[in-house]
């Protein structure tokens, strides 16, 4: 167990539709980091948030976007939905933002399917 | 561009051989991270193993050693006496300090047979 948390564990939904993914990080830890990992395009960074602040984007779509609360928690919303969303989009954690520096912990993944 | 390669899709072995997983890696930073990370069947992600790249000191950890060459940047991972507990998805990925940003291989899916 890594110490983070992402619920749901599964997730159906239709195309076009709207969903959120939550993630806690480890306790102490600062960063969170998001990822979507499919079949065809692997593990794919999306976003890192560092302390409430967005610090690095990778291939994120305009449809998706996420945020860090004050309690360190983050959000990742998907919008707008279409089959190729469909993946495990994990979450992970680390202590600082440094640089890329840190181990990223990552959680159990949300698995998204979309019908 | 690939930033990480692991050109090796699929591998497998029986119990108790020897076994190395390559990665190469591409970055025009001076300071970089690698990392190799494990995805059993159960789906979750276990941190391995980070080298930082001013540091080429090989390292191993029970079963295994990881060899980093800048000369030819790859940061290969061994697993000594394979055992089918290891049969998992093994990531490499590359962190570039500048931008902080993350980048993983394809991965090797590692089949270890009794």
């Known amino acids: 167990d890594s110490g983070v948390t992402q619920t749901p564990k599964h997730l159906i939904t239709a195309t076009g539709q709207r969903v959120t993914l939550r993630c806690s990080p480890r306790?102490?830890?600062?960063?969170v980091y998001w990822y979507q990992q499919s079949l065809d395009q692997g593990l794919q960074f999306l976003i890192q948030?560092?302390?409430?602040?967005?610090?690095a984007k990778g291939n994120i779509l305009e449809r998706f976007s996420a945020q860090q609360f004050p309690d360190l928690h983050s959000e990742l919303n998907l919008s707008s939905l279409e089959l190729g969303d469909s993946a495990l989009y994990f979450c992970a954690s680390s202590v600082r933002v440094a640089g890329g520096a840190d181990e990223q912990y990552f959680g159990p993944g949300t698995r998204l399917t979309v019908t | 561009a690939q930033k990480v390669t692991q050109a090796q899709t699929e591998i497998s072995v029986v119990e108790k051989e020897d076994v190395t997983l390559d990665c190469v890696y591409e970055?025009?930073?001076?300071?970089?991270?690698l990392f190799w990370y494990k995805q059993p069947p159960s789906g979750e992600l276990v941190f391995l193993i980070r080298?930082?790249?001013?540091?080429?000191q090989n390292e191993i950890s029970g079963r295994y050693s990881w060899n980093f060459q800048k000369s030819t940047s790859s940061f290969n991972f061994t697993i000594t006496a394979s055992q089918v507990v290891d049969s998992a998805v093994y990531f490499c990925a590359l962190s570039e300090a500048r931008f902080n940003k993350f980048y993983f291989g394809s991965g090797t899916k590692l089949n270890v047979k009794p």
């Open positions: 306790s102490g830890d600062l960063s």
């Open positions: 080298r930082n790249s001013f540091d080429e």
């Open positions: 970055t025009r930073d001076t300071t970089y991270y």
């Open positions: 948030y560092y302390n409430g602040e967005e610090r």
